[in-house]
């Protein structure tokens, strides 16, 4: 069974990827920094645990909420299962394929036939269109491949997968609803709350706080690596190419803020499009930084690495208030 009439949304990071192939099926059709800045996404975490093998650094808020302020903003409904029965796990994303519904999945990509690159990570999103007995037909990012598939075994093991950031078996369809919305005021919202949200961390690891820590800890981090390359390396990939968008999201919240300017005509909007344009930039630098320090094992890279990112913590605080003193009103 696969639906008729499914057309791929082309995008860079899962989530909004995935929502963008839900959407686009009921005929919204929104860009990606568009759905990501609806989805309030923006944000800075630096988390180590004693059983990682290094910090991981992330750009964006915490999994599922994303596709939540999404659907809140456009007044669409948002239907979610989550089960730990694999059997019925199938059940509930079956009923909908063969309704003609297309189903946003959470799942682990380790699992995936076609993910090249083997790393456990139980955030990922995909959307899936159909089946048949021996395989699902899935849309993931373009650098995954776009429309691709996996076998049923695989995707069982890949939704039933336990650890950091998994769900039971989540699956999750969107509603259209005859709810209006208005576009303008919508952004005004997210940029509104993404920006109150990232100005008030509940903890010193996230947010310009984060980012600020993530200064100290780096050179910490590369004097007691055991695998400076491994670890450095590993790290500018994953804020460059793994689903970020480029520049740890910044590109995407870059051009969130230039379209919503284009749309809403208000200056400070302008004004913090501008000031992110410069933060992707420096974002960029430091993974570049980063890969030089692998290359070189030269902590020289991480210092100046360490000092960029002082400088990104005052930028992003900066932006951000801005966007909160002119768009606070419409929260």
Not at 288 to 299: E, V, Y
């Amino acid at each position: 069974m696969i639906i008729k009439n499914f057309k791929l949304f082309k995008g860079q990071h899962c989530e909004t990827t995935a929502a963008g192939n839900l959407l686009s099926h009921i005929g919204i059709n929104l860009s990606e920094p568009m759905l990501f800045g609806l989805g309030e996404g923006l944000n800075f975490i630096i988390w180590n645990m004693k059983t990682m093998d290094f910090p991981f650094i992330g750009g964006r808020i915490k999994t599922d909420l994303l596709t939540q302020n999404i659907a809140r903003h456009l007044n669409l409904k948002l239907n979610v299962w989550e089960t730990s029965s694999p059997k019925k796990a199938w059940k509930n994303v079956k009923e909908k394929i063969d309704s003609g519904i297309p189903v946003g999945i959470k799942l682990d990509c380790y699992h995936l036939d076609y993910f090249t690159n083997k790393i456990h990570f139980a955030g990922h999103y995909v959307a899936m269109y159909g089946y048949d007995e021996n395989k699902v037909y899935l849309t993931d990012t373009i650098q995954q491949g776009g429309l691709v598939e996996a076998s049923l075994k695989n995707f069982e093991l890949a939704r039933n997968e336990k650890g950091p950031m998994s769900s039971k078996n989540l699956s999750y369809t969107i509603e259209a609803t005859n709810k209006k919305y208005d576009l303008k005021r919508e952004i005004m919202q997210a940029i509104g709350n993404n920006a109150k949200n990232y100005l008030n961390p509940p903890i010193q690891n996230i947010s310009y706080k984060g980012i600020l820590k993530t200064s100290k800890e780096i050179i910490k981090w590369f004097k007691r690596s055991k695998d400076v390359e491994g670890d450095f390396k590993t790290t500018a990939m994953l804020m460059e190419k793994a689903g970020t968008g480029g520049a740890l999201f910044r590109n995407l919240y870059r051009d969130f803020l230039k379209e919503s300017y284009q749309k809403t005509k208000v200056e400070e909007i302008k004004e913090s499009y501008e000031m992110f344009v410069d933060i992707a930039r420096l974002w960029r630098e430091v993974s570049k930084l980063f890969m030089k320090a692998g290359d070189t094992k030269d902590i020289e890279y991480i210092y100046k690495a360490s000092e960029i990112l002082v400088e990104l913590a005052d930028k992003e605080k900066r932006a951000m208030n801005i966007l909160l003193s002119v768009c606070h009103g419409a929260s």
